[in-house]
Protein backbone atom coordinates (compact mmCIF):
# COMPACT_ATOMS: atom_id res chain seq x y z
CA UNK A 1 0.00 0.00 0.00
CA UNK A 2 2.41 2.08 0.92
CA UNK A 3 4.20 1.83 -2.72
CA UNK A 4 1.63 2.65 -4.77
CA UNK A 5 1.03 5.48 -2.45
CA UNK A 6 4.50 6.57 -3.09
CA UNK A 7 4.34 5.97 -7.03
CA UNK A 8 0.68 7.77 -6.57
CA UNK A 9 1.99 11.29 -5.10
CA UNK A 10 5.75 10.98 -4.84
CA UNK A 11 6.26 12.82 -8.55
CA UNK A 12 4.55 16.00 -6.23
CA UNK A 13 5.95 15.46 -3.20
CA UNK A 14 9.43 14.10 -4.31
CA UNK A 15 10.17 13.05 -0.54
CA UNK A 16 12.10 10.01 -1.83
CA UNK A 17 15.64 10.02 -3.73
CA UNK A 18 15.40 6.21 -3.95
CA UNK A 19 12.78 3.86 -3.68
CA UNK A 20 13.37 0.21 -2.61
CA UNK A 21 10.64 -1.37 -3.28
CA UNK A 22 12.11 -4.81 -3.99
CA UNK A 23 14.26 -4.76 -0.74
CA UNK A 24 10.90 -3.59 1.15
CA UNK A 25 8.62 -6.61 -0.38
CA UNK A 26 10.95 -9.01 0.31
CA UNK A 27 11.23 -7.81 4.16
CA UNK A 28 7.65 -7.89 4.48
CA UNK A 29 7.00 -11.59 3.22
CA UNK A 30 9.62 -12.98 5.56
CA UNK A 31 7.73 -10.89 8.10
CA UNK A 32 4.54 -12.58 6.83
CA UNK A 33 6.32 -16.02 6.78
CA UNK A 34 7.24 -16.16 10.33
CA UNK A 35 4.07 -14.52 11.38
CA UNK A 36 2.37 -17.45 9.73
CA UNK A 37 4.32 -19.77 11.56
CA UNK A 38 3.42 -18.36 14.94
CA UNK A 39 6.57 -16.79 15.36
CA UNK A 40 6.57 -13.86 18.32
CA UNK A 41 6.98 -10.52 16.57
CA UNK A 42 8.63 -7.43 17.68
CA UNK A 43 5.84 -4.62 17.75
CA UNK A 44 6.73 -2.71 14.87
CA UNK A 45 7.59 -6.45 12.89
CA UNK A 46 6.42 -5.72 9.17
CA UNK A 47 5.82 -1.84 9.62
CA UNK A 48 7.98 0.00 6.66
CA UNK A 49 9.69 2.88 7.00
CA UNK A 50 11.82 5.86 5.40
CA UNK A 51 15.41 6.67 6.22
CA UNK A 52 17.18 9.73 5.53
CA UNK A 53 19.33 9.36 2.76
CA UNK A 54 22.35 10.85 5.20
CA UNK A 55 21.76 7.32 6.89
CA UNK A 56 24.23 4.61 5.74
CA UNK A 57 22.41 1.63 4.39
CA UNK A 58 24.05 -1.15 3.18
CA UNK A 59 23.76 -2.24 -0.70
CA UNK A 60 21.61 0.89 -1.12
CA UNK A 61 22.85 4.30 -2.32
CA UNK A 62 23.56 6.94 0.26
CA UNK A 63 24.26 10.37 -1.14
CA UNK A 64 23.35 12.88 2.02
CA UNK A 65 21.71 15.21 -1.14
CA UNK A 66 25.09 15.90 -2.50
CA UNK A 67 26.68 15.02 -5.85
CA UNK A 68 29.41 14.29 -4.54
CA UNK A 69 28.08 11.18 -2.78
CA UNK A 70 26.19 9.80 -5.88
CA UNK A 71 26.52 6.34 -7.30
CA UNK A 72 28.00 5.78 -3.46
CA UNK A 73 26.91 2.25 -2.35
CA UNK A 74 27.51 1.54 1.59
CA UNK A 75 29.17 -2.10 2.35
CA UNK A 76 27.12 -1.59 5.93
CA UNK A 77 24.54 -0.56 8.06
CA UNK A 78 24.60 2.33 10.29
CA UNK A 79 23.44 0.92 13.87
CA UNK A 80 20.52 2.38 13.93
CA UNK A 81 19.36 0.73 10.00
CA UNK A 82 20.65 -2.97 11.52
CA UNK A 83 18.14 -2.13 14.54
CA UNK A 84 15.29 -1.67 11.81
CA UNK A 85 16.12 -4.59 10.16
CA UNK A 86 16.48 -6.69 13.68
CA UNK A 87 12.69 -6.13 14.40
CA UNK A 88 11.45 -6.81 10.58
CA UNK A 89 10.92 -3.30 9.72
CA UNK A 90 10.91 -2.76 5.65
CA UNK A 91 13.27 0.00 4.41
CA UNK A 92 10.94 1.66 1.53
CA UNK A 93 13.79 3.94 0.40
CA UNK A 94 15.97 6.61 1.47
CA UNK A 95 14.73 10.23 1.70
CA UNK A 96 15.83 13.78 0.29
CA UNK A 97 17.32 16.04 2.05
CA UNK A 98 19.25 19.60 1.98
CA UNK A 99 23.05 18.51 1.02
CA UNK A 100 24.46 17.52 3.94
CA UNK A 101 22.04 18.38 6.34
CA UNK A 102 22.29 21.96 6.19
CA UNK A 103 19.32 23.97 5.75
CA UNK A 104 15.32 24.47 7.21
CA UNK A 105 13.97 24.34 3.87
CA UNK A 106 15.25 21.20 1.52
CA UNK A 107 15.80 23.48 -1.43
CA UNK A 108 19.65 22.97 -0.70
CA UNK A 109 19.14 19.23 -2.51
CA UNK A 110 21.37 18.24 -5.18
CA UNK A 111 18.75 15.99 -6.38
CA UNK A 112 15.61 19.01 -6.39
CA UNK A 113 13.35 19.52 -3.85
CA UNK A 114 10.81 18.26 -1.50
CA UNK A 115 7.72 19.98 -1.20
CA UNK A 116 5.34 20.34 1.27
CA UNK A 117 2.06 17.98 1.09
CA UNK A 118 0.01 20.10 3.02
CA UNK A 119 0.56 22.89 0.12
CA UNK A 120 2.73 22.06 -2.76
CA UNK A 121 4.21 25.83 -3.32
CA UNK A 122 5.36 25.50 -0.01
CA UNK A 123 8.94 23.94 1.88
CA UNK A 124 8.36 20.81 4.05
CA UNK A 125 10.97 22.56 6.54
CA UNK A 126 14.66 21.00 6.32
CA UNK A 127 17.37 19.33 6.38
CA UNK A 128 14.60 16.49 6.99
CA UNK A 129 11.95 17.45 4.40
CA UNK A 130 11.86 14.39 3.13
CA UNK A 131 11.37 12.15 6.05
CA UNK A 132 8.64 14.88 7.55
CA UNK A 133 6.84 14.79 3.55
CA UNK A 134 6.70 11.03 3.62
CA UNK A 135 5.25 10.49 6.66
CA UNK A 136 2.53 13.43 6.32
CA UNK A 137 1.74 12.54 2.56
CA UNK A 138 1.13 8.66 4.07
CA UNK A 139 4.08 7.62 1.97
CA UNK A 140 5.50 6.17 5.23
CA UNK A 141 3.72 5.84 8.10
CA UNK A 142 7.26 6.36 10.03
CA UNK A 143 10.48 7.90 8.87
CA UNK A 144 14.05 8.74 10.64
CA UNK A 145 15.27 11.80 10.22
CA UNK A 146 18.43 13.28 11.95
CA UNK A 147 18.94 16.62 14.16
CA UNK A 148 21.81 19.07 14.05
CA UNK A 149 19.90 22.21 15.11
CA UNK A 150 16.22 21.48 14.49
CA UNK A 151 15.92 19.21 10.96
CA UNK A 152 13.88 16.87 12.51
CA UNK A 153 11.59 18.70 14.56
CA UNK A 154 11.21 22.22 12.30
CA UNK A 155 10.24 19.55 9.44
CA UNK A 156 7.74 18.22 11.70
CA UNK A 157 6.20 21.71 12.94
CA UNK A 158 5.81 22.61 9.38
CA UNK A 159 4.46 19.40 8.12
CA UNK A 160 1.90 18.54 11.04
CA UNK A 161 4.13 15.60 11.81
CA UNK A 162 6.01 14.26 15.10
CA UNK A 163 9.36 14.87 15.31
CA UNK A 164 11.91 13.94 17.87
CA UNK A 165 15.79 14.79 19.10
CA UNK A 166 16.49 12.18 21.25
CA UNK A 167 19.24 12.80 24.30
CA UNK A 168 22.25 13.35 22.30
CA UNK A 169 23.92 9.70 22.77
CA UNK A 170 20.89 8.75 22.84
CA UNK A 171 20.60 7.08 19.49
CA UNK A 172 23.86 6.10 17.89
CA UNK A 173 25.69 7.69 15.60
CA UNK A 174 27.16 5.31 14.22
CA UNK A 175 26.55 5.17 10.18
CA UNK A 176 25.55 8.58 10.26
CA UNK A 177 26.96 11.17 7.58
CA UNK A 178 28.57 13.29 10.38
CA UNK A 179 27.65 17.01 9.37
CA UNK A 180 28.57 18.19 13.21
CA UNK A 181 29.56 15.82 15.64
CA UNK A 182 28.96 17.20 18.99
CA UNK A 183 25.48 18.14 17.55
CA UNK A 184 24.04 15.73 15.22
CA UNK A 185 21.42 12.83 16.83
CA UNK A 186 18.80 10.48 14.89
CA UNK A 187 15.34 10.17 15.75
CA UNK A 188 11.84 9.40 15.11
CA UNK A 189 9.61 11.19 12.48
CA UNK A 190 5.79 9.80 12.86
CA UNK A 191 2.40 10.55 12.55
CA UNK A 192 1.50 10.42 16.66
CA UNK A 193 3.41 10.48 19.74
CA UNK A 194 3.01 7.06 21.19
CA UNK A 195 5.04 5.95 16.94
CA UNK A 196 7.37 7.76 17.95
CA UNK A 197 8.18 6.60 21.20
CA UNK A 198 8.20 3.03 19.77
CA UNK A 199 9.98 3.75 16.92
CA UNK A 200 12.55 5.97 19.58
CA UNK A 201 12.77 2.07 21.41
CA UNK A 202 13.77 0.31 18.69
CA UNK A 203 16.42 2.88 17.58
CA UNK A 204 17.87 3.77 20.96
CA UNK A 205 20.32 2.20 23.08
CA UNK A 206 24.19 2.02 24.11
CA UNK A 207 26.48 1.18 21.14
CA UNK A 208 30.27 0.41 21.51
CA UNK A 209 30.76 1.72 17.92
CA UNK A 210 29.98 5.09 18.91
CA UNK A 211 32.20 6.07 21.29
CA UNK A 212 29.48 8.99 22.78
CA UNK A 213 26.95 6.71 23.10
CA UNK A 214 25.05 6.73 26.22
CA UNK A 215 25.91 3.57 28.40
CA UNK A 216 22.44 3.14 30.08
CA UNK A 217 18.47 1.61 29.07
CA UNK A 218 16.48 3.48 26.85
CA UNK A 219 14.43 5.69 28.88
CA UNK A 220 10.93 4.43 29.37
CA UNK A 221 9.61 6.81 26.15
CA UNK A 222 6.20 4.00 25.88
CA UNK A 223 5.19 4.09 29.07
CA UNK A 224 5.22 7.76 28.69
CA UNK A 225 3.65 7.69 25.70
CA UNK A 226 0.85 5.26 26.65
CA UNK A 227 0.38 7.58 30.23
CA UNK A 228 0.41 11.33 28.78
CA UNK A 229 -0.16 12.50 32.37
CA UNK A 230 0.91 16.26 33.29
CA UNK A 231 -1.30 16.46 36.53
CA UNK A 232 0.80 18.45 38.99
CA UNK A 233 4.06 18.88 36.20
CA UNK A 234 5.61 21.65 36.15
CA UNK A 235 6.11 23.00 32.42
CA UNK A 236 8.09 26.64 31.74
CA UNK A 237 7.75 29.18 29.01
CA UNK A 238 10.97 30.52 28.14
CA UNK A 239 10.94 33.92 28.24
CA UNK A 240 13.35 34.91 25.60
CA UNK A 241 11.82 32.72 23.19
CA UNK A 242 8.40 33.16 23.57
CA UNK A 243 8.96 36.90 23.74
CA UNK A 244 9.21 38.14 19.64
CA UNK A 245 9.95 36.47 16.58
CA UNK A 246 7.03 34.47 16.48
CA UNK A 247 4.35 35.14 13.62
CA UNK A 248 1.26 35.99 15.71
CA UNK A 249 -0.61 33.11 14.20
CA UNK A 250 2.26 30.42 15.54
CA UNK A 251 2.19 32.46 18.79
CA UNK A 252 -1.85 31.94 19.07
CA UNK A 253 -1.82 28.20 18.71
CA UNK A 254 0.94 28.16 21.37
CA UNK A 255 -0.54 30.00 23.90
CA UNK A 256 -3.87 27.34 23.56
CA UNK A 257 -2.08 24.54 24.05
CA UNK A 258 0.00 26.11 26.58
CA UNK A 259 -3.94 27.18 28.72
CA UNK A 260 -4.62 22.77 27.63
CA UNK A 261 -1.54 21.76 29.69
CA UNK A 262 -2.89 23.95 32.75
CA UNK A 263 -6.38 22.56 32.52
CA UNK A 264 -4.98 19.31 32.47
CA UNK A 265 -3.26 20.00 35.80
CA UNK A 266 0.16 21.11 35.29
CA UNK A 267 1.52 24.18 36.95
CA UNK A 268 2.71 26.67 34.17
CA UNK A 269 6.21 28.63 34.82
CA UNK A 270 8.18 31.21 33.59
CA UNK A 271 11.60 30.61 33.62
CA UNK A 272 14.76 32.83 32.21
CA UNK A 273 17.57 31.63 29.17
CA UNK A 274 19.07 35.18 28.85
CA UNK A 275 22.06 33.06 26.78
CA UNK A 276 19.79 32.07 24.28
CA UNK A 277 19.52 34.95 21.81
CA UNK A 278 23.54 34.20 21.42
CA UNK A 279 22.61 30.62 20.41
CA UNK A 280 22.06 31.09 16.93
CA UNK A 281 25.83 33.15 16.57
CA UNK A 282 27.22 30.02 18.44
CA UNK A 283 25.73 27.64 16.59
CA UNK A 284 26.18 29.08 12.72
CA UNK A 285 29.87 28.79 14.07
CA UNK A 286 30.45 25.80 16.00
CA UNK A 287 28.45 23.87 13.08
CA UNK A 288 30.95 25.32 9.95
CA UNK A 289 33.94 24.30 12.01
CA UNK A 290 33.35 21.07 12.67
CA UNK A 291 31.43 20.32 9.37
CA UNK A 292 34.46 21.68 7.43
CA UNK A 293 36.42 18.88 9.68
CA UNK A 294 34.59 16.32 8.54
CA UNK A 295 33.58 17.44 5.37
CA UNK A 296 37.45 17.15 4.62
CA UNK A 297 37.22 13.51 3.48
CA UNK A 298 35.59 14.38 0.83
CA UNK A 299 38.70 14.13 -1.72
CA UNK A 300 37.69 12.12 -4.62
CA UNK A 301 40.15 9.65 -3.54
CA UNK A 302 38.11 7.37 -1.42
CA UNK A 303 34.35 8.39 -2.06
CA UNK A 304 32.15 9.16 -4.65
CA UNK A 305 32.97 11.79 -7.29
CA UNK A 306 35.96 12.10 -9.28
CA UNK A 307 36.18 15.01 -11.60
CA UNK A 308 39.44 15.91 -13.83
CA UNK A 309 40.52 19.62 -13.67
CA UNK A 310 39.88 21.01 -16.85
CA UNK A 311 43.19 21.50 -19.01
CA UNK A 312 44.86 20.07 -16.82
CA UNK A 313 47.60 16.91 -18.58
CA UNK A 314 48.56 15.37 -15.45
CA UNK A 315 46.87 16.38 -12.56
CA UNK A 316 48.34 16.45 -9.12
CA UNK A 317 46.42 14.95 -6.80
CA UNK A 318 45.27 18.58 -5.04
CA UNK A 319 44.00 19.80 -8.47
CA UNK A 320 41.87 16.51 -8.79
CA UNK A 321 40.78 17.16 -4.89
CA UNK A 322 40.09 20.72 -5.88
CA UNK A 323 38.57 20.26 -8.88
CA UNK A 324 35.89 17.44 -7.81
CA UNK A 325 35.21 19.54 -4.18
CA UNK A 326 34.33 22.55 -6.56
CA UNK A 327 32.31 20.42 -9.10
CA UNK A 328 30.37 17.84 -6.00
CA UNK A 329 29.80 20.77 -3.28
CA UNK A 330 26.34 23.12 -3.51
CA UNK A 331 26.82 27.02 -2.70
CA UNK A 332 25.62 26.51 1.15
CA UNK A 333 27.94 23.47 1.63
CA UNK A 334 30.93 25.59 0.32
CA UNK A 335 29.93 28.85 2.03
CA UNK A 336 30.40 26.48 5.39
CA UNK A 337 33.36 24.84 4.57
CA UNK A 338 34.71 28.30 4.04
CA UNK A 339 33.21 29.86 7.39
CA UNK A 340 34.33 27.05 9.48
CA UNK A 341 37.85 27.27 7.90
CA UNK A 342 38.18 30.48 8.66
CA UNK A 343 36.72 30.28 12.43
CA UNK A 344 39.08 27.37 12.98
CA UNK A 345 42.48 29.07 11.34
CA UNK A 346 45.34 30.04 13.75
CA UNK A 347 44.82 33.54 15.27
CA UNK A 348 40.82 33.24 14.77
CA UNK A 349 40.43 30.33 16.94
CA UNK A 350 39.83 32.09 20.15
CA UNK A 351 38.27 34.80 19.09
CA UNK A 352 35.52 32.47 17.67
CA UNK A 353 35.13 29.05 17.69
CA UNK A 354 36.36 29.51 21.23
CA UNK A 355 33.58 32.16 22.42
CA UNK A 356 31.16 29.70 20.63
CA UNK A 357 32.09 27.18 22.78
CA UNK A 358 32.09 29.25 25.97
CA UNK A 359 28.55 30.64 24.87
CA UNK A 360 27.98 26.94 24.21
CA UNK A 361 28.86 26.10 28.36
CA UNK A 362 26.43 29.59 29.19
CA UNK A 363 23.66 27.70 27.28
CA UNK A 364 23.99 24.67 29.15
CA UNK A 365 23.85 26.54 32.62
CA UNK A 366 20.59 28.40 31.69
CA UNK A 367 19.11 25.30 31.20
CA UNK A 368 20.14 23.81 34.15
CA UNK A 369 19.10 26.60 35.94
CA UNK A 370 15.69 26.25 34.21
CA UNK A 371 15.21 22.59 34.67
CA UNK A 372 15.41 23.71 38.48
CA UNK A 373 12.02 25.06 38.58
CA UNK A 374 10.63 23.06 35.53
CA UNK A 375 10.43 19.66 34.48
CA UNK A 376 9.68 20.00 30.81
CA UNK A 377 10.08 23.76 28.76
CA UNK A 378 8.28 24.56 26.13
CA UNK A 379 7.91 27.00 23.31
CA UNK A 380 6.88 26.87 19.41
CA UNK A 381 8.75 25.21 17.16
CA UNK A 382 9.82 27.33 14.15
CA UNK A 383 9.13 31.32 14.14
CA UNK A 384 6.23 30.60 10.72
CA UNK A 385 4.37 28.09 9.35
CA UNK A 386 5.74 26.49 5.93
CA UNK A 387 7.11 29.55 3.28
CA UNK A 388 6.92 29.45 0.11
CA UNK A 389 9.45 27.92 -1.94
CA UNK A 390 12.19 30.07 -3.43
CA UNK A 391 11.41 32.40 -0.20
CA UNK A 392 14.70 32.44 1.62
CA UNK A 393 16.68 30.86 -0.73
CA UNK A 394 18.74 33.92 -1.59
CA UNK A 395 18.90 35.40 2.49
CA UNK A 396 20.96 32.32 4.34
CA UNK A 397 20.31 34.84 7.25
CA UNK A 398 17.01 34.57 7.08
CA UNK A 399 16.87 30.42 6.23
CA UNK A 400 19.49 30.64 9.85
CA UNK A 401 16.80 32.27 11.49
CA UNK A 402 14.35 29.04 11.51
CA UNK A 403 16.68 27.32 13.86
CA UNK A 404 16.09 29.88 16.90
CA UNK A 405 14.33 27.92 19.05
CA UNK A 406 15.47 24.49 18.28
CA UNK A 407 19.51 25.01 18.42
CA UNK A 408 19.64 25.62 22.18
CA UNK A 409 18.90 21.75 22.61
CA UNK A 410 20.97 20.80 20.34
CA UNK A 411 24.21 23.12 21.76
CA UNK A 412 23.03 21.43 25.31
CA UNK A 413 22.34 17.76 24.47
CA UNK A 414 19.16 18.08 26.02
CA UNK A 415 16.01 15.91 24.28
CA UNK A 416 13.18 18.12 22.35
CA UNK A 417 9.92 17.16 20.36
CA UNK A 418 7.66 19.04 18.31
CA UNK A 419 3.77 17.70 17.78
CA UNK A 420 1.54 19.38 15.60
CA UNK A 421 -0.31 22.30 17.36
CA UNK A 422 -3.36 22.94 15.47
CA UNK A 423 -3.24 24.52 12.34
CA UNK A 424 -3.33 28.46 12.11
CA UNK A 425 -4.98 30.84 10.33
CA UNK A 426 -4.48 29.85 6.90
CA UNK A 427 -5.00 26.57 7.47
CA UNK A 428 -1.20 25.20 7.61
CA UNK A 429 0.30 23.63 10.75
CA UNK A 430 2.73 24.74 13.29
CA UNK A 431 4.89 23.14 16.17
CA UNK A 432 5.05 22.88 19.68
CA UNK A 433 7.97 21.94 20.89
CA UNK A 434 8.87 20.69 24.67
CA UNK A 435 12.27 19.86 25.78
CA UNK A 436 13.58 17.75 28.91
CA UNK A 437 16.62 17.07 30.24
CA UNK A 438 19.43 15.25 29.52
CA UNK A 439 18.19 11.87 29.40
CA UNK A 440 14.88 12.25 30.39
CA UNK A 441 13.12 11.83 27.11
CA UNK A 442 10.45 10.40 28.17
CA UNK A 443 9.21 13.38 29.71
CA UNK A 444 8.82 14.80 26.60
CA UNK A 445 6.20 11.96 25.63
CA UNK A 446 4.76 11.96 28.85
CA UNK A 447 3.68 15.70 27.90
CA UNK A 448 3.06 15.07 24.01
CA UNK A 449 0.64 12.23 24.69
CA UNK A 450 -1.12 14.74 26.97
CA UNK A 451 -2.20 17.14 24.38
CA UNK A 452 -2.39 14.93 21.31
N1 LIG B 1 18.82 24.27 9.66
C1 LIG B 1 19.95 23.93 10.45
C2 LIG B 1 21.22 24.09 9.65
O1 LIG B 1 21.11 24.42 8.52
C3 LIG B 1 19.77 22.57 11.02
C4 LIG B 1 20.49 21.48 10.33
C5 LIG B 1 20.25 20.13 10.93
O2 LIG B 1 19.66 19.98 11.99
N2 LIG B 1 20.79 19.15 10.27
O3 LIG B 1 22.28 23.89 10.12
Redesign the pocket.
Known sequence: AHLDRIAAVDGDVHAFLNVDAEGALDAARTIDERRAGGADLPTLAGVPIAVKDVVATKGQPTTAGSKILQGWIPPYDATLVSRLRAVGMPILGKTNM?EF????STEHSAYGPTRNPWDLDRIPG???GGSAAAVAAFEAPLAIG???????R?PASVTGTVGTKPTYGGVSRYGLIA??SS??QAGPCTRSVLDAALLHEVIGGHDPLDSTSIDAPVPPVVEAARRGEVQGMRVGIIKEISADGFAPQVRARFEESVKLLEEAGAEIVEVSCPSFEKGLAA??LI?PSEASSNLAKFDAMRYGLRVPPNGVDSPSAEQVMAASRDAGFGD?VKRRIILGTYALSSGYYDAYYGQAQKVRTLIARDFAAAFEKADVLVTPTAPTVAFKMGEKLDDPMA??L??VA??PA?LAGIPGMSIPNGLAEDGLPSGFQILAPATKDERLYEVGAALE
Open positions: DAMGSGSGTDTGGSIQLALDYYLEMYNDTIN
